[in-house]
């Protein structure tokens, strides 16, 4: 409710002279300064209060604020009767204010009561204050407070009040001197200054009651903590968990409740709710919006060469990018990147030439799907090698169409029927059997049926419709980066979508640079590049990752911005484990429905053992989780079997086989779970127990060192005795020995003896040589491998 204030009422409030100050000279202030009110009855805003107030105090100054006291209290006329009730002073208070506010206390103070000894003494000062007009233009002003010291007032002031009023205690007699104050300056600026603050006072307070009655408005994020809400809508803990119990929730204060129940509660509590959206600088700086279907433009597509070792991929590629050189195109391909585009009957298709299926992994590792066909080379004399396994389901699990090249046709061993009938077993049937695959026959070295596969990449491009829109900022990936001592970081891109313009600024995973120089692959230089162009730049301020994802950026400064938080990321991230698929927690996630497949590689010292490992895994499956094995293969554990791991979210079981070197470092890095058996059964039993949520106890393997068979001789009555080497930590007499063939592990047990020339030592630490000899085992042979270690349990 507002409180009126009329005019004529705060005219009559200050008095002068004894006498109500007239309407019309509240009206004149308020028209002088820019608010003519229309009549007297008009009740004033607190602008116009304030003005009133503050002109009346502006134009009452005194000089010495202890004269006014003095007088007051020295007049011999003070003590006369007082001309007036002291009703006058104060105005009357709307009855709703009176009803209830503490803070108008001091005026209740002024409402005829019985006349004890005080009040007189009051009503003297009061009757002392209407006096001469020189007296009444003593205006005290209280709105510094600071520079006005009241206390010194009252002090002489209790001494007119009898010990009674004393007696009363520390309020009444606040409230008191509150009132002795008022009617001290009763006529002037401290009376009005007062009412002034008391009205403003009033003002305040009504207008948080307005607000309180008014919804409050709530911004709710996808997810929120019960207190935080709680906290958000202004209410208590408990409220907020009550509604929420009566809504059929039980959540305690930390609790973290999503959008909807929050918005429910909210609502019910009488907030407006509205959606917190946080933008990250990602987001901001990041051009993600889909693009219209009408800003779509065919583009090239981009293919990978993938295939075992030794089996023509190099040659392939460099046959398609000399055969398809433009004539007389001055010094041909002068300058070699990690991409390049030819063009195949006047449609352009960019080849990446990258080494192997590494890089590709790599890439897709980080979410870059940038190829859109897989050639897969196999040699016609050789066959289907490891190599060329890993290759089909890396293709596989990219999800992008393999076609076949059956490469070295021309040579007289030449066998591809063998090599289709290989193909089926990997689900690729050839078309000619009634399948899907496409196989062509070719020759890299005489370039026999390489048009006809060339076609067959262009038609299978087509059935996919790839399309990019060239007019805007570009996204794509870097193919390969490296550093040049002169130039500087070095960066092969592609660009998958946009066009890239030189002096564009880009940002690369954690590097940040713009675009100084563009070339081609035939070292030309470009101004720009559109969708399925490879180039190269210059100008990054730091060697991006291969596969990371770039973007060109319209802010540096914002793009640094990223790169530092980016940085603090992987710092943060590296410090702690991410949540890969590990059989320790394999399930809880079965649990809590994050697990319906269990994606597996299977490494084998064998082709049998791999296969019955995996058809055994296979049948482990169950209504709530398939166990897939996505990759069976026989060798050691080489790092592109821990990289397929990490992009499928897959465990490595190894069976009779080990790591390499660089599977451990990288397995290590990613948080790959890698588990080693010697026994199909173990590995069954293994697998059915973290799949039940019943894991054995662990035990963790601890490396102690590893040694080389440098030579073997024959001892009479002791048996075969490996002299070896410790490249590596140490060898301990009590530890488990692993003897390692080409990383297969030939033999697994306690050894017999370890010896230094011809004393029985308890260890041999690195640099030295020692003698080793196995309990049940002879067969040992130069250059293999002795691992030894200990077998520690894992509390969990
Ligand atoms: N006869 C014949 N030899 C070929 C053919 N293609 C490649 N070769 C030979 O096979 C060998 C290996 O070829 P590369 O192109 O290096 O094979 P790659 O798959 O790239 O090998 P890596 O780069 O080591 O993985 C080379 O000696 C080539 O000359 C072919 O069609 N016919």
């Known amino acids: 409710m507002m409180i009126k204030y ?24 308020l028209t002088q300064y820019g608010h003519p009110p229309k009549n007297h009855m008009q009740p004033l805003t607190d602008e116009e209060l304030s003005i009133v107030f503050e002109y009346l105090t502006q134009n009452n100054q005194i000089d010495s604020i202890e004269s006014v006291y003095a007088d007051i209290y020295h007049d011999p006329d003070a003590k006369k009767p007082a001309p007036s009730a002291p009703k006058a002073e104060v105005r009357e208070q709307p009855k709703a204010e009176q009803k209830g506010q503490q803070a108008a206390q001091p005026q209740q103070g002024r409402q005829p009561q019985p006349q004890s000894q005080t009040q007189q003494h009051q009503a003297k000062q009061q009757q002392s204050a209407p006096r001469p007009t020189t007296r009444e233009k003593k205006v005290v002003d209280t709105r510094g407070s ?70 409050v408005k709530v911004l709710i994020p996808d997810e929120i ?23 059929g929730v039980m959540a305690s204060l930390s609790e973290i409740i999503d959008f909807d129940t929050a918005a429910i509660i909210a609502e019910e509590m009488g907030c407006k709710v509205e959606k917190e959206v946080i933008v990250t600088i990602e987001e901001k700086l990041i051009d993600t919006a889909e693009d219209k279907a009408e800003d779509l433009e065919p583009r090239a597509p981009v293919v990978v060469v993938m295939g075992h070792v030794d089996h023509g991929k190099t040659s392939l590629l460099d046959y398609i990018r000399n055969a398809n050189v433009v004539s007389g ?52 004399d050789d066959g289907i090698m490891p190599q060329t396994v890993e290759s089909i389901n890396h293709a596989k699990a ?19 029927d063998r090599i289709m009938q290989q193909l089926t077993e990997y689900e690729l049937v ?44 570009a996204h794509g990936a870097v193919i390969e980066a490296r550093l040049d001592k002169g130039r500087g970081p070095i960066a092969t891109l592609l660009v998958q979508n946009g066009t890239l313009k030189q002096g564009d600024v880009i940002i690369a995973g954690t590097a940040v640079g713009r675009v100084r120089a563009m070339t081609d692959a035939k070292g030309r230089k470009l101004t720009e590049a559109g969708p399925s162009v490879p180039v190269e730049i210059i100008g990054m301020g730091e060697v991006p990752g291969a596969g990371d994802d770039f973007h060109a950026v319209a802010d540096e400064r914002m793009a640094r911005e990223l790169v530092e938080q980016r940085k603090h990321e992987q710092k943060n991230a590296a410090s702690s484990p991410v949540g890969k698929v590990s059989l320790e927690d394999l399930f809880s996630q079965i649990q809590a429905g994050e697990m319906k497949n269990l994606n597996v590689i299977v490494k084998a010292d064998v082709q049998g053992s791999a296969e019955a490992v995996k058809a055994s895994l296979e049948k482990l499956s169950n209504e709530e989780v398939r166990v897939r094995v996505i990759h069976c293969a026989v060798g050691a554990i080489s790092e592109s079997d821990v990289m397929l791991a990490t992009t499928s ?107 230094r020339f011809k004393d029985s030592v308890k260890e041999v630490a690195a ?30």
């Open 6 to 29: 009329p005019l004529h009422k705060v005219a009559k409030d200050f008095k002068k002279g004894g006498k109500d100050l007239p309407s019309k000279a509240v009206m004149d202030i």
């Open 146 to 215: 600071g520079t006005v010291n009241l206390d010194k007032y009252d002090e002489r002031l209790e001494s007119f009040t009898d010990q009674k009023q004393q007696d009363r205690g520390g309020k009444q007699k606040f409230q008191g001197r509150n009132a002795q104050r008022q009617r001290g300056g009763k006529q002037a600026g401290s009376f009005g200054n007062k009412r002034k603050q008391e009205e403003q006072d009033r003002m305040r307070r009504l207008q948080l009651e307005i607000a309180k009655k008014a919804p």
């Open 225 to 247: 903590a019960v207190g935080e809400l709680a906290s958000r809508m202004k209410k208590t803990g408990a409220e907020v968990v009550k509604c929420l119990m009566k809504n």
């Open 329 to 380: 195109e001055a010094g041909g391909i002068t300058q070699h990147i990690g991409a390049y585009q030819v063009e195949v009957k006047g449609s352009p298709v960019t080849f990446l030439d990258t080494p192997g299926h590494e890089a590709f992994t790599a890439m897709r590792a980080r979410g870059a799907m940038i190829t859109d066909v897989a050639i897969l080379v196999v040699a016609a």
């Open 398 to 416: 990219a999800e992008i169409p393999i076609i076949v090249a059956i490469n070295k046709m021309d040579k007289p061993t030449a066998n591809p």
């Open 430 to 473: 050839p078309e000619e059997w009634g399948g899907e695959t496409i196989v062509c026959p070719i020759s890299a070295k005489t370039g026999m049926g390489i048009d006809n596969l060339l076609d067959m990449v262009v038609l299978t491009a087509e059935m996919r419709e790839l399309k990019a829109n060239p007019n805007r900022s």
């Open 649 to 755: 979210g897959a465990i490595i079981v190894g069976f009779n086989v080990r790591p390499d070197a660089n599977a451990k470092e990288n397995a290590a890095r990613n948080h790959v779970d890698m588990r080693m058996y010697r026994v199909i059964y173990d590995a069954i039993n293994e697998i059915e127990a973290a799949m039940k949520g019943m894991l054995a106890p662990k035990f963790k393997e601890v490396e102690l060192g590893r040694a080389e068979v440098r030579n073997v001789f024959r001892i009479t009555g002791v048996g075969m005795v490996a002299g070896c080497y410790v490249l590596d930590g140490k060898m301990q007499r009590n530890a488990q020995m692993r003897l390692l063939r080409d990383n297969i592990v030939i033999y697994d047990g306690a050894i017999a003896s370890l010896q």
């Open 767 to 796: 640099g030295y040589e020692c003698g080793i000899t196995f309990e049940k085992f002879q067969d040992i042979k130069e250059g293999d491998v002795i691992e030894a270690f200990l077998m520690e349990e894992v509390e969990r």
